[in-house]
């Protein structure tokens, strides 16, 4: 089990290995509520390696350009994988840069102590400076120390990274690891150490003799969707979208009408995007004062085949009553049940962003689907509105 990086520096704090101020954001309304001061670093966080390269990693300065970003980040996969979380460290200014690891050694049939006076993103200088040190005997504090000296650190630095080392392997044996990693060990001016990103593999065959280590690091299940921001007092209209971005390009086409938006708390509402897209919808359909919900997303044409499709059915489409026709068939099996459509007591205006040329699903009773972004908007606006007074 590959440890996400919030979670193998959960392990760092529980050993007194130092780290950043640090918050996990496990939905965008988590960034209106940091406890830790700009600016920032955002951090993808997900298993695969490449992260600053790919632009998983970006610095901000206040919550504007947080909002930017984390929506850039949770849409970003890298190494084919969309990060569960965000996390938001403080800004460390690093003078120099180490990497730590240890590492069971199979072949060897050992653990092995790996270090490099070159720590960060340049793999290949990381690689020609990287030294190591075999345990074939029990540890001591010397393999620790005999490492740094490997790696060529002098005065402060050698009892201050190979007690880092000797932390290290207290994890490495406590939770039966294969692997752990810090990436860079980053010195700042005044010689302090600090472990800025962690990498933790834990053996698959051991995770059954630490079931606390399971608890404790389970990523809490974020809810499907939430509330971009608390939603204001009047409006009549609530935009489902995910994306931020088209999100608030469309609150600003529909100004006042809109009570608020909904965005997906995280990535992980495409697991099971039909189920997820319909109890939200269900849930706002207990909101007796709005007058229409604008389902607004950009997708892959088949996904939007698919939502639109068991929209279809289960939104607009119920079963007969149990007097319907229920004659067996020369097949040997029942007639197929028909369904009759059925009004929503609030309206859906849908737009899905992308479809194959020449479909749209046809609209009925309260349920609108639109290609063009202006017509959905006019739509709307048109159930939207406030009724007339007489004058």
């Known amino acids: 089990m590959d440890l996400l990086e919030y979670q193998?520096?959960?392990l760092?704090?529980?050993v007194g290995i130092p780290t950043l101020p640090s918050q996990t954001i496990q939905q965008m309304g988590d960034l209106k509520r940091l406890h830790i001061p700009y600016p920032l670093v955002l951090k993808s966080q997900?298993?695969?390696g490449g992260r600053g390269k790919a632009g998983g990693i970006k610095f901000v300065e206040n919550t504007i350009d947080a909002i930017a970003a984390a929506s850039a980040i949770y849409h970003l996969p890298i190494g084919g994988e969309y990060p569960e979380a965000i996390l938001a460290e403080a800004r460390y200014d690093s003078q120099q840069e180490f990497f730590l690891a240890i590492v069971l050694d199979y072949q060897r049939q050992c653990p092995v102590l790996l270090g490099s006076s070159r720590g960060g993103i340049d793999t290949e200088t990381l690689l020609d400076h990287m030294k190591s040190v075999p345990l074939m005997e029990p540890f001591s504090p010397y393999h620790a120390r005999r490492l740094v000296i490997q790696m060529g650190l002098k005065g402060e630095l050698v009892p201050a990274v190979s007690q880092i080392i000797e932390k290290m392997y207290g994890l490495f044996e406590r939770y039966d690891l294969d692997l752990i990693e810090i990436n860079p060990l980053g010195v700042d001016r005044g010689g302090e150490v600090m472990a800025l990103d962690g990498k933790i593999m834990v053996?698959?065959?051991?995770?059954?003799r630490h079931p606390r280590l399971q608890g404790d690091l389970a990523s809490p299940p974020p809810s499907s969707w939430e509330w971009f921001d608390k939603p204001r007092e009047s409006g009549s209209v609530v935009i489902l979208s995910n994306s931020l971005g088209l999100a608030l390009n469309t609150w600003d086409c529909l100004g006042d009408l809109v009570y608020g938006v909904q965005v997906p708390a995280s990535r992980r509402w495409l697991d099971n995007p039909v189920e997820s897209l319909e109890a939200a919808l269900k849930s706002l359909q207990s909101l007796s004062f709005l007058k229409v919900i604008f389902v607004h997303l950009l997708l892959h044409p088949e996904?939007?085949?698919?939502?639109?499709?068991n929209l279809l059915r289960e939104a607009r489409l119920e079963p007969p009553s149990p007097g319907g026709d229920r004659l067996i068939r020369p097949t040997g099996a029942p007639a197929p049940a028909p369904k009759t459509a059925v009004k929503l007591p609030i309206p859906l205006v849908l737009r899905l962003g992308a479809w194959d040329e020449g479909y749209l699903p046809p609209s009925s009773p309260n349920c609108y689907w639109f290609?063009?972004?202006q017509g959905a908007?006019?739509?709307t606006r048109a159930l939207g509105a406030p009724p007339e007074t007489e004058n």
């Open 203 to 208: 053996n698959d065959s051991a995770l059954a």
């Open 8 to 10: 193998a520096k959960e």
């Open 303 to 309: 996904l939007s085949l698919i939502l639109s499709e």
């Open 377 to 379: 908007v006019e739509r």
């Open 46 to 48: 997900v298993r695969a």
């Open 12 to 14: 760092f704090r529980q």
């Open 371 to 373: 290609q063009d972004f």
